[in-house]
């Protein structure tokens, strides 16, 4: 292989990588305001209109429509129109790189936890002499 198709795949692979962590900041960046995890807490229950979700947050249905397309450009949920009404829905497929972010996360510290308590322990067992 030479020097062109090695500059070429990691090209691909770079790609690859900022496509999907842009992917995941944009679903940190939808989850942390809290009137777009109320939405999103609203769909649970099933589909709604933007006016649905916007009844019960101090904001306007201007700004409302503003949360719902930072929700959308997430991937976290799907628009349906019907006639006038604009219907959401949750895509729960749009939380997977999250999930996925966090348990890895969770699996690396948890190792790292063990292998501490473990050293610790070792360290304070009082020497056995024979």
């Known amino acids: ?14 790609r690859r990588w900022m496509v999907e962590h842009s992917q995941l900041d944009l679903a940190y960046g939808a989850l942390a305001d809290a009137s777009r995890r109320g939405m999103l807490v609203s769909l649970r229950d099933g589909s709604a209109r933007i006016t649905d979700l916007a009844a019960p947050l ?20 799907e628009r349906e129109v019907r006639g006038r009404d604009h219907w959401l829905t949750v895509r729960a497929a ?8 966090i348990a890895a996360q969770v699996s690396f510290w948890s190792l790292r936890a ?4 473990a050293r610790l322990e070792r360290r304070h067992r009082p020497e056995v002499q024979p």
């Open 114 to 117: 063990d292998a501490l308590a």
């Open 1 to 14: 292989m030479g020097a062109r198709e090695i500059a070429v795949k990691e090209v691909s692979r770079a």
């Open 58 to 77: 101090p904001i306007s249905f201007a700004a409302a429509a503003r949360h719902v397309g930072v929700l959308e450009a997430a991937g976290l949920i």
């Open 94 to 101: 749009g939380l997977r790189p999250a999930e996925e972010w």
